[in-house]
T-cell receptor, first 115, second 114 residues
Framework: AQKVTQAQTEISVVEKEDVTLDCVYE???????LFWYKQPPSGELVFLIR??????QNEISGRYSWNFQKSTSSFNFTITASQVVDSAVYFC????????????FGQGTELSVKP | DVKVTQSSRYLVKRTGEKVFLECVQD?????MFWYRQDPGLGLRLIYF???????EKGDIPEGYSVSREKKERFSLILESASTNQTSMYLC?????????????FGQGTRLTVV
């Protein structure tokens, strides 16, 4: 069965701290896609990144970086030098082949960045 | 700018009422989805559609139905609203034929059933 687990329900940090959000997934498929979305207080989910199962390259985008490790079925997300505007709920999600947009979400991690 | 628009941000309905949640996308996407978001459970898929007049059940379809008469519009219907359907509902769309693509989400409808 497919499953995504975000074990951290809530994280609170002080501005400028680095923070890592964990994501562990389960799937039997060899081809799959992983996503991170951000949900600010306004409610709309904002796409951050996607990775397919054949691309284990880590990615950095500004203060955001992602570490994809198939060996541990993890796709962790790190925010460097966090800012108050990073406060949001973050979701990790899994999509299997031929199911574009049909996502299995983790429970979400609520990040609070305090000034 | 691409858009998925849900007709209401907040909705309060009475138990037993028939409730319609509307979603419109302007990206000419084939795929549309309805998710329900509850604390501690993340988002769960209710129904989805890969084409006009086509629908498929997601993980939690009980108590819901959908309608897709036009490509751009996907409606979620609560036939007889119950208090356990109080939740945040999110609509999404994505292009057809490409699994390596993100879904675009609406702003959500927070439904309260009293």
């Amino acid at each position: 069965a497919q499953k995504v687990t975000q074990a951290q329900t809530e994280i609170s940090v002080v501005e400028k701290e680095d923070v890592t959000l964990d994501c562990v997934y389960e799937t039997r498929d060899t081809t799959y896609y992983l996503f991170w979305y951000k949900q600010p207080p306004s409610g709309e989910l904002v796409f951050l990144i996607r990775r397919n199962s054949f691309d284990e390259q880590n990615e950095i985008s500004g203060r955001y970086s992602w570490n994809f490790q198939k060996s541990t079925s993890s796709f962790n997300f790190t925010i460097t030098a966090s800012q108050v505007v990073d406060s949001a709920v973050y979701f990790c999600a899994l999509s299997e082949n031929n199911q574009g947009g049909k996502l299995i979400f983790g429970q979400g991690t609520e990040l609070s960045v305090k000034p | 700018d691409v858009k998925v628009t849900q007709s209401s941000r907040y909705l309060v309905k009475r138990t037993g009422e028939k409730v319609f949640l509307e979603c419109v996308q302007d990206m000419d996407h084939e795929n549309m989805f309805w998710y329900r978001q509850d604390p501690g459970l993340g988002l769960r898929l209710i129904y989805f559609s890969y084409d006009v007049k086509m629908k498929e059940k997601g993980d939690i379809p009980e108590g819901y139905s959908v309608s897709r008469e036009k490509k751009e519009r996907f409606s979620l219907i609560l036939e007889s609203a119950s208090t356990n359907q109080t939740s945040m509902y999110l609509c999404a769309s994505s292009p057809g034929g490409d699994p390596n693509t993100e879904a675009f989400f609406g702003q959500g409808t927070r439904l309260t059933v009293v």
